[in-house]
Nanobody, 128 residues
Framework: QVKLVESGGGLVQSGGSLRLSCVAS????????VVWSRQRPGKEREGVSC????????YYSDSVKGRFTISGDNAKRAVYLQMNSLKPEDTAVYFC?????????????????????WGQGTVVTVSS
């Protein structure tokens, strides 16, 4: 079965850390760029970080830059999002997606072109 599976979410106190994983099942990530997005309560989904496969370029939203780190491990068919110095406003459902378009940044928000598949999301809750 072809799917993306996110994991690693949970409840953490402000200032804490979490590491999210996005694992591809039934296919490899070699030919895809990957974006992490989040949907905060009452808000639209927005890009958080994006990574390109061919050159490893990474993009971050202004709100997470310096706190979050995206990385990939093609051998494990996985992309990770290390989240440090978490804040209550980081509380959201976090999704990963693959696409064949480029990672870009528009208005401070990373965007992935030609998204082909989304995962089901993992919930991150940061308490104050």
């Amino acid at each position: 079965q072809v799917k993306l599976v996110e994991s690693g979410g949970g409840l953490v106190q402000s200032g804490g850390s979490l590491r999210l994983s996005c694992v591809a099942s039934g296919f490899t990530l070699d030919d895809y760029n990957v974006v992490w997005s989040r949907q905060r309560p009452g808000k639209e989904r927005e890009g958080v970080s994006c990574i390109t496969q061919n050159d490893g370029d990474v993009y971050y939203s202004d709100s997470v830059k310096g706190r979050f780190t995206i990385s990939g491990d093609n051998a494990k068919r996985a992309v990770y999002l290390q989240m440090n110095s978490l804040k209550p406003e980081d509380t959201a459902v976090y999704f990963c997606a693959i696409g064949t378009g480029d990672c870009t940044k528009v208005g401070g928000i990373p965007i992935l072109g030609h998204v082909e598949r989304w995962g089901q999301g993992t919930v991150v809750t940061v308490s104050s």
